[in-house]
């Protein structure tokens, strides 16, 4: 992007940084408020942003102390994704859209795990957990469409050009 806009890496990744954090507030408000705990998200971001104690200074930290050193990295746009994706297969809406949101949750849970295993895992297990606590009637299709998410999320992760996705999964457990 600094190619072709002509700004600087350091303005451009400080861009991405607000833009990060700012999916990240919106998401979670939009996901707290999907469980009609609208009013409550303000709250449940002060937990996140302000009450993380010392600082860990790594990834996937939303602490505001950390926020000036990992805002940059991808993990802050791939946790700002996953809470994303949650709200999506939460909200999946109509029946005859059901393959779309199926395939673009593959899509964005492939793109968390390829950037950031650890945040892949969490998208995967954030969705596991939305479908098995769905009410008993839809509970089973639910599960179902979970698990087609994570079969869609490895067979885009295999198709990645740059690296094989399942040599490095095995290696790097």
């Known amino acids: 992007a600094s190619r072709y806009t002509g700004i600087t890496p350091y303005s451009a990744l400080s861009i991405a ?8 507030v919106i998401g979670v408000g939009v996901l707290m408020w999907s469980y009609g705990e609208g009013r409550s998200a ?7 942003l302000g009450l993380f104690g010392g600082i ?3 990834t996937c930290s939303y ?6 050193w990992i805002g940059v990295n991808s993990s802050a746009f791939s946790m700002a994704v996953t809470v994303w994706a949650w709200v999506l297969f939460r909200l999946r809406g109509d029946v005859h859209f059901r393959y779309l949101t199926v395939a ?18 969490l998208t995967q297990i954030g969705i596991w957990g939305l479908a098995v606590t769905e ?25 990645w050009p740059w690296f094989n996705f399942f040599q490095i999964a095995i290696f790097s457990s």
């Open 17 to 24: 940084a607000v833009v990060n954090v700012a999916l990240l």
């Open 135 to 159: 009410a008993r009637p839809l509970r089973g299709t639910r599960c179902c469409e979970a698990f087609a998410i994570g079969v869609g999320t490895l067979l885009l992760c295999a198709a």
């Open 42 to 48: 303000a709250a449940g971001l002060v937990v996140m």
């Open 104 to 121: 673009g949750l593959s899509l964005l849970s492939s793109m968390t795990l390829l950037d950031h295993a650890m945040v892949g895992a």
């Open 63 to 68: 602490a505001l102390a950390d926020l000036p």
């Open 56 to 58: 860990p200074g790594f």
